[in-house]
T-cell receptor
Framework: DTGVSQDPRHKITKRGQNVTFRCDPI?????LYWYRQTLGQGPEFLTY????????KSRLLSDRFSAERPKGSFSTLEIQRTEQGDSAMYLC???????????FGQGTRLTVV | AQKITQTQPGMFVQEKEAVTLDCTYD???????LFWYKQPSSGEMIFLIY??????QNATEGRYSLNFQKARKSANLVISASQLGDSAMYFC?????????????FGQGTELSVKP
């Protein structure tokens, strides 16, 4: 296993379009996290899954955002009706439990024009 | 209130010298973990070191050590013998154990530049 994989690495979209990102965690990691990172800031928590259950969502996750993790494996993060303020790096991380470090993917950089 | 504070937006260090990156935190949870991550320009967050709130000794991982001062709520990262490849953003993060989800709370980061 080569670590957490995210696709695409870069996405440019027009305002108002929908976008979907994919994250493949490390095999057998039952916890999966999504973070958003804007320029010059640290990552901010968006949501997390334990297996297929979405157990926590940040207030940052507006109703235009939806995340899924069918079958407890890969996860998708969809943003509907994108706005310029959605431009950011979207990071995915996974961990086997809460007592170990989280392993991050390389992120998807979204630019909304 | 800021839970993780990194007061140094940017730091410079001469190659082969040691450097300390500051981190203070705020929590009322008696059980928590502190992490340092490195983020090169490629974007990936790379785990460096972990300190548990009940750990008696400061954590060390190779050239990285964590100066944990619990009473002061500080968890500074010390990088010894800096290398050019250490140039990157460094983030301090905290996990509060009352939060069963295990999410990380990050500081704003410190950009480290290593001079040859």
């Amino acid at each position: 296993d080569t670590g957490v994989s995210q696709d695409p690495r870069h996405k440019i979209t027009k305002r108002g379009q929908n976008v979907t990102f994919r994250c493949d965690p490390i095999s057998e990691h039952n916890r999966l996290y999504w973070y958003r990172q804007t320029l010059g800031q640290g990552p901010e928590f968006l949501t997390y899954f334990q297996n297929e259950a979405q157990l926590e969502k940040s207030r940052l996750l507006s109703d235009r955002f939806s995340a899924e993790r069918p079958k407890g494996s890969f996860s998708t993060l969809e943003i509907q009706r994108t706005e310029q303020g959605d431009s950011a790096m979207y990071l995915c991380a996974s961990s086997p439990d809460t007592n170990t470090e989280a392993f991050f993917g390389q992120g998807t950089r979204l630019t909304v024009v | 209130a800021q839970k993780i504070t990194q007061t140094q937006p940017g730091m410079f260090v001469q190659e082969k010298e040691a450097v300390t990156l500051d981190c203070t935190y705020d929590t009322s949870d008696p059980s928590y973990g502190l992490f340092w991550y490195k983020q090169p320009s490629s974007g990936e967050m790379i785990f460096l070191i972990y300190q548990g709130s009940y750990d008696q000794q400061n954590a060390t991982e190779g050239r990285y050590s964590l100066n944990f001062q619990k009473a002061r709520k500080s968890a500074n990262l010390v990088i010894s013998a800096s290398q050019l490849g250490d140039s990157a953003m460094y983030f301090c993060a905290m996990r509060e154990h009352y939060n069963q989800g295990g999410k990380l709370i990050f500081g704003q980061g410190t950009e480290l530049s290593v001079k040859p």
